[in-house]
């Protein structure tokens, strides 16, 4: 019997025009279920079955994209998991966060723990080996680390993960949407959405709380503060000084700069 | 009768500026030197201990989720702090800080009692062992509020804390109204207002920071069933990546050539022996020498990384504004006189091509 794979995909806005596209992570998503070997791969959306982003993810290969017709303001991960208990896939992925995220990526999390999945967070690649999971998880700074598990499992997929491959015209246009209705669940957390306003950056923000002169040094320790300058030094001696730099600040190690770094979690 | 008014002392006026809260340039007339209007007393700087804070009954309890980095725990911790003092004053809780590993100076920083759990087995997923840690602390220590400060590990923790509970979490809450908490979403474009809820990640500025108090930082202990816990994900250990590999956007070291680089393999192999990600400006992405996607500046990546070396870039401010927010940068520059070394924490001014040559050669030989 071949994997079963359901991507989850949500309608993505481009960040800048806000022009509805396929959503980055969950473009990610598809992109590796559909280089699984072997793979029976399917994508999964709840929402408004005429969405223009819905399209994108057809054009990426699939012949078809399951839409559960649910209204706005009603709870999609209700439906999402009443479909997915009944369907039972080898693996889910999801993107890490959807592009215009209300929950900020707690969805699949809900979804894990009605299916009593496990979820590997995430992935940049992944590999299926018999019936377990293995994936490069992208952790701050650009490390990474292995995560194993047995399946079934939900896996969410990370920004850091590859670009997804183009979207192909006629396969976006051939492509067919299968909506189907289901029964209306509702959202219960009451909300209030405004514009987000404008925050300072955390680096510029100096503290309220300070007292002037505290202030003063902490902008002066921000800002106006001219480095080292070195000049006249003969090409060798300026490298040293650099590497010097590097050494004593902590960015690279002395002794193999290549050597994996202690991982404590 | 009679007297003029004394004349302004502008120098003093100046003088007596400082900056406000966004870095302007503020004046505050109660602070200016005589002559302008009567000087407000300041109270001595205290250089006694800072008063403790006790609490011994408490009426509820605030759990914080630390993670070990100061930063992000500080913002957590303070966040706490504001939801045991404010939000539900006066009744009088208590902020339980709660981490893997003992952490130092808790008492200053604003925890009323510590709780350590017990860390993840060898070889098990560390975020996953420490959500059901959690969500059976909670059972024997039932907490109004776990908060977390909102960084990727800790989200992840906090996601899975929230579906044990069956409750949403909030991500991102970067202030506290009442009640309710604001956080943003839809891509940043949109503030969500909603009942603080149980689980909850908060960026820094959410609340103001601990100070000038100490807390008593309590031991306390749960008796945590160990066998109860099954870790199913299995972490196999990190992995090194070629740094080359990793996006400009992630990438800690970057080293970045511009127009003056003409040393393409000695900048190469200096990449390859830091283990720094290569990067440039659009004129060596325009021509070739690196690829699109290694632009730095307005229109390629901006980027975040600890450190940035910047090998004969001018510093034309498109380019700067992609390195906003590195911790560090290293300039090497022919002309004195180039923008970027105003922005350098190091400027070495020489040959840029001659320097990466003899960097390459010692790193060759070490
Ligand atoms: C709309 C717009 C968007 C732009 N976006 C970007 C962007 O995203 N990223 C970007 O980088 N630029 C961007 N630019 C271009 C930017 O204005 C500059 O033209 C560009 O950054 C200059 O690149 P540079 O510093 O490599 O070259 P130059 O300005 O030519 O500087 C070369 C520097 O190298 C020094 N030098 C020469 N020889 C040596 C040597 N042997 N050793 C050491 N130093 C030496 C010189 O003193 C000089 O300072 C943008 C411009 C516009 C108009
Ligand atoms: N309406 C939806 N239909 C299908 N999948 C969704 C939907 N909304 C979110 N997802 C999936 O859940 C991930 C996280 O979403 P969110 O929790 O909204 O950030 C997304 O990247 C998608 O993979």
Redesign the pocket.
């Given at each position: 019997m071949s994997l079963r794979v359901v991507t989850l995909v949500s309608e993505g806005f481009h960040p800048e025009t806000q022009r509805p596209r396929r959503a980055d992570c969950d473009a990610r998503a598809l992109d590796m279920a559909l280089q699984l070997p072997g793979a029976r791969v399917s994508a999964l959306h709840a929402g408004d079955p005429a969405s223009p982003a819905l399209r994108d993810y057809l054009g990426m290969g699939l012949t078809d994209l399951t839409v559960l017709e649910v209204a706005r303001e009603c709870d999609v991960g209700a439906a999402l998991i009443d479909y997915l208990a009944n369907e039972k896939p080898d693996v889910i992925l999801a993107g890490q966060q959807a592009d215009q995220s209300e929950t900020g990526g707690f969805l699949p999390y809900k979804i894990a723990q009605e299916l009593r999945y496990l979820l590997l967070p995430m992935a940049c690649s992944m590999q299926i080996d018999g019936d377990a999971v293995e994936i490069l998880q992208a952790r701050p700074k650009g490390k990474r680390r292995r995560l194993k598990a047995a399946l079934p499992a939900v896996i969410t997929v990370s920004p850091a993960a590859p670009a997804p491959r183009q979207v192909a015209f006629a396969k976006q246009r051939r492509g067919h949407i299968d909506a189907k209705k289901v029964s209306a669940h509702d959202q219960s957390a009451p909300l209030t959405i405004a514009p987000a306003k404008r925050r300072p950056k955390g680096a510029r923000r100096v503290d309220a709380d300070l007292s002037p002169e505290e202030r003063l040094k902490a902008v002066a320790e921000m800002a106006g503060k001219q480095g080292e300058v070195l000049s006249g030094l003969s090409p060798e001696d300026a490298a040293d000084k650099l590497l010097t730099y590097l050494t004593s600040n902590g960015f690279i190690t002395p002794t193999s700069p290549q050597a994996t770094e202690k991982d404590n979690h | 009768m009679g007297q003029t008014r004394p004349r302004r002392k502008v120098h003093a006026r100046r003088a007596a500026m400082f900056p406000g809260p966004t870095g302007r340039l503020r004046y505050d007339p109660r602070r200016a030197p005589n002559g302008m209007l009567k000087q407000a007393r300041r109270a001595p700087t205290p250089t006694l201990q800072a008063p403790l804070y006790v609490v011994e009954n408490p009426k509820f309890y605030i759990l914080c989720v630390l993670e070990g980095d100061t930063a992000g725990d500080n913002t957590a911790l303070s966040a706490a702090r504001a939801l045991a003092d404010v939000t539900y004053a006066p009744a009088k809780g208590a902020v339980v800080s709660v981490a893997a590993t003992p952490i130092d100076a808790l008492d200053n920083r604003g925890a009323d009692r510590t709780l350590t759990l017990a860390r993840a087995p060898a070889g098990a997923f560390a975020a996953e062992h420490m959500a059901t840690s959690l969500t059976v602390a909670l059972h024997s220590l039932p907490a109004r509020h776990v908060v977390f400060s909102d960084t990727s590990t800790m989200r992840d923790v906090a996601a899975r804390v929230a579906a044990q509970l069956g409750e949403r979490p909030a991500f991102g809450v970067h202030a506290f109204d009442g009640d309710r908490c604001i956080r943003s979403g839809f891509g940043s474009t949109k503030d969500i207002k909603a009942t603080i809820p149980t689980v909850l990640s908060v960026d820094d500025g959410a609340a103001k920071p601990v100070r000038g108090q100490r807390f008593e930082a309590r031991c306390i202990a749960i008796d945590l069933p160990s066998q109860n816990m099954p870790s199913c994900i299995m972490d196999l250990g990190a992995e090194a990546v070629p740094a080359n590999h990793v996006a400009l956007e992630e990438a800690p070291l970057i080293l970045a050539a511009?127009?003056?680089?003409d040393a393409w393999d000695a900048f190469a192999d200096v990449a390859e022996h830091l283990n720094a990600t290569q990067a440039?400006?659009?004129?060596?992405c325009d021509n070739g020498s690196l690829p699109r996607d290694r632009?730095?500046?307005?229109?390629?990546r901006l980027v975040t990384a600890d450190c940035y070396i910047a090998?004969?870039?001018?510093?034309?401010?498109?380019?700067l504004?992609?390195i906003e927010d590195c911790g560090r940068v290293i300039a090497?520059?022919?002309?004195p006189a180039?923008p970027?070394l105003k922005r350098a924490d190091l400027a070495i001014i020489?040959?840029?091509?001659a320097i990466l040559k003899a960097a390459a050669h010692k790193l060759e030989e070490a």
């Open positions: - | 511009g127009a003056g680089i440039g400006s659009r004129v060596v632009q730095v500046g307005a229109s390629g090998l004969g870039i001018s510093g034309a401010l498109q380019h504004q992609g090497v520059n022919t002309d180039a970027i020489g040959d840029a091509n």
